[in-house]
């Protein structure tokens, strides 16, 4: 990967982050794009006459404005200067307003291979309710998002599980994946859970033949698991076998897809996982 985005807000979740982006980067070929979206300071308008609080316009409210925006630049550059003392390229992005215009304005400019951002576990970015703007980023952005959460300490991703239903053509996306498995020496499991509340639409031997005319794959790499839902299963084998790193994919889905068929086991995992998701996103 040659360019990787890396939204931080400088706690703990923004090291987790680029802690899995060194992982995944090439010190010579890829370049990190480190991003902060600062959200300027706006005082409490309703506080009652007499508060110490400044008032919009005032020169004390301008000058904490002033202030906090320069301290987050200088932690920004901070960041930026640790990581280029590492070995790796890297380059501060600025951006003052919502986080889910600045990864789109950024995107369109930087043209990443990849978005890594942590996920704070405490409401914030990446852990609103399902439909957020940062879950839509997650889910929609034109290139892969890895999420990593508040749970993961990411040192290495060397147990691999690409979580698939075999409902629809992946090789696509196996390529890229393939080729980041030789990149990390990683070794790649093909999981599929059986779930009652799953339907199970095609036959699995129709997209595994395909998988398997193109890619080298042992029986053992190709699992299979019951469960009560697919999110369990997954989530079970992963612990079960201590997988550093789950892949899934995802597409647009039909109005029927979506809500009556096959609701979106990938949007709840980017909410709920506890082992660092990575997500293709398949276009059709």
Same mark, same amino acid.
């Given at each position: ?18 802690? &899995? /982006?060194?992982?995944? =980067?090439? !010190? @010579?070929?890829?370049?990190?794009? %480190? ?14 006459p007499g ?15 002033d ?21 790796y ?11 889910? &215009? /600045?990864?789109?304005? =950024?995107? !369109? @400019?930087?043209?990443?291979?990849? %978005? ?9 970015f ?26 993961a300490?990411?040192?290495r ?10 409902e ?50 042992g ?48 949007k ?15 276009r059709?």
């Amino acid at each position: 990967m040659n360019r990787i985005l890396i939204p931080i807000d400088f706690s703990e979740n923004a090291e987790r982050a680029l802690a &899995a /982006a060194k992982i995944l =980067a090439d !010190k @010579e070929n890829t370049q990190l794009f %480190i991003l902060h979206a600062y959200q300027p300071y706006i005082p409490d308008v309703s506080v009652m006459p007499g508060s110490v609080l400044p008032g919009i316009g005032s020169p004390d409210y301008s000058y904490i404005g002033d202030d906090l925006e320069a301290n987050f630049r200088h932690q920004l550059d901070g960041y930026v200067s640790a990581i280029t003392a590492e070995g790796y390229k890297a380059e501060a992005v600025w951006s003052v307003g919502g986080i889910q &215009a /600045a990864v789109e304005d =950024a995107v !369109k @400019e930087y043209k990443p291979d990849l %978005i890594v951002t942590g996920r704070t576990g405490t409401g914030g970015f990446l852990d609103k309710l399902i439909g957020s703007s940062a879950t839509h980023i997650a889910l929609h952005s034109p290139c892969p998002v890895m999420i990593i959460p508040p749970q993961a300490e990411p040192k290495r991703f060397s147990k691999v599980v690409y979580a698939t239903q075999f409902e629809y053509a992946e090789n696509d996306i196996l390529r890229e994946v393939f080729i980041l498995m030789n990149h990390l020496g990683s070794k790649l499991t093909l999981l599929k859970v059986n779930a009652d509340s799953q339907p199970d639409i095609q036959p699995d031997n129709q997209y595994l033949a395909d998988i398997k005319g193109e890619f080298i794959i042992g029986e053992d790499e190709v699992v299979y698991r019951k469960a009560d839902s697919v999110l369990d299963g997954i989530e079970d084998y992963c612990d079960e076998v201590n997988a550093d790193l789950l892949i899934m994919s995802t597409r647009e889905r039909s109005f029927i897809e979506e809500f009556l068929i096959n609701p979106s086991v990938t949007k709840k995992l980017v909410v709920d996982t506890h082992v660092p998701l990575l997500i293709y996103h398949l276009r059709e």
